[in-house]
């Protein structure tokens, strides 16, 4: 009786085990191939992104790069519109979040905050400006308000923030190859407003968080849709 009571513990907790690696297993799957979390850590994309918003990226929609099993899952390449978040090609272990505005092969101009693609002013129902004045053509930071013409390289895309005058992108640094995309802004899944808490270090912001859990969450962000209220059709 020992002997049969042992050997179905044996049983169980290799059922166990197994169960548990195969978790781990999908998870991983999930997150090297289709959905990732990411903290929006600045106001660059205001009003559509907040600072706090925790997101999922969707990587299935562009599909994997390794050439090995990319004709498996859906693929598209990004289009203008898309918010993607991003390796930083200063930084690559920095991610960043901004908008496609300029695609391969494209001409970028912008003047007095309007922006051209290929001499045609694009719709931007999306942008906001804070600070309610045009920088001159000579100022030291003039490409925040005017820039180019600029012509996309192949392969690579030109990216801003809708928050166009606190956003540190390609007016600045230039333009993201497409091998330093990671995927696209999909949904909020939980919006935490830090804008009253200058944490020091992760410790106490964690501790910051559980204190003011309830009272500082936004709830009306919970399973917010990114930027579902705009169509781009096929651009």
């Known amino acids: 009786m020992a002997a049969a009571n042992e050997s179905v513990k044996k049983t169980t907790i290799r059922e166990y085990y197994e169960a548990l690696l195969i978790a781990i297993v999908?998870?991983?799957?999930a997150r090297i191939f289709a959905f990732q979390a990411f903290k929006i850590p600045s106001g660059s994309m205001e009003d559509n992104l907040l600072t706090g918003d925790h997101i999922f990226?969707?990587?299935?929609i562009y599909g994997p790069k390794d050439p090995m099993v990319s004709g498996l899952l859906p693929l598209r390449e990004p289009r203008r519109g898309?918010?993607?978040?991003?390796?930083?090609?200063?930084?690559?272990?920095?991610?960043?979040?901004?908008?496609?505005?300029?695609l391969p092969g494209e001409t970028v101009t912008i003047r007095e905050?309007?922006?051209?693609?290929?001499?045609?002013?694009?719709?931007?129902?999306?942008?906001?400006?804070?600070?309610?004045?045009?920088?001159?053509?000579n100022h030291p930071d003039a490409n925040r308000d005017h820039f180019g013409p600029f012509k996309v390289p192949p392969g690579e895309y030109f990216m801003m923030g809708d928050n166009r005058d606190r956003?540190?992108?390609s007016r600045f640094w230039g333009?993201?190859?497409?091998?330093m995309m990671k995927g696209r802004a999909f949904m909020v899944y939980w919006s935490f407003d830090l804008e009253q808490m200058t944490p020091r270090n992760r410790l106490e912001e964690i501790g910051m968080v559980l204190r003011s859990f309830f009272r500082n969450t936004r709830w009306k962000r919970s399973f917010f849709i990114v930027d579902r209220k705009y169509h781009y059709g096929n651009e």
């Open 26 to 29: 999908f998870i991983n799957f």
């Open 57 to 60: 990226v969707n990587k299935f």
């Open 82 to 102: 898309d918010i993607i978040v991003f390796r930083w090609p200063d930084d690559p272990k920095t991610d960043f979040v901004k908008r496609v505005v300029g």
């Open 113 to 137: 905050k309007r922006v051209f693609i290929d001499g045609r002013e694009i719709a931007e129902p999306y942008v906001v400006f804070r600070t309610g004045e045009t920088l001159r053509a």
């Open 167 to 169: 956003s540190h992108d």
């Open 175 to 179: 333009t993201v190859p497409r091998a």
